[in-house]
């Protein structure tokens, strides 16, 4: 089991900035990679960056060059620093990590991030 608590959501407005933190505990061996998805009212969840154990990330085209992932060096934290916010970067946030073995995702419990105009 792994379990996962998150911070640094709240309102901001439109061109600040906000860093999240998710820190995880339990088996966090397992853990091969972390990441943020969001999910904005009446909207689907949504991909927004991950980072592998080797460091490597991926980011979706909507925050690229706005929001950076990284993680800390026992690798059981993982943070999401985002620049230039815009309104439509308003939404609840989940950590997530991936494991070889079931249940493959754990989710944490989301923070809301609210940017006005």
């Known amino acids: 089991q792994v379990q996962l608590v998150e911070s640094g959501g709240g309102l901001v407005q439109a061109g600040g900035s906000l860093r999240l933190s998710c820190a995880a505990s339990?088996?966090?061996?397992?853990?091969?990679?972390m990441g943020w998805y969001r999910q904005a009212p009446g909207k689907s969840r949504e991909f927004v960056a991950s980072i592998s154990n080797g460091g490597s990330s991926n980011y979706a085209d909507s925050v690229k060059g706005r929001f950076t992932i990284s993680r800390d060096n026992g690798k059981t934290t993982v943070y999401l620093q985002m620049n230039s916010l815009k309104p439509e970067d308003t939404a609840v946030y989940y950590c997530?990590?991936?494991?070889?073995?079931?249940?493959?995702?754990?989710w944490g419990q989301g923070t809301q991030v609210t940017v006005s105009s």
């Open positions: 997530y990590v991936l494991t070889p073995n079931a249940p493959f995702i754990y």
């Open positions: 339990g088996n966090t061996f397992s853990i091969n990679r």
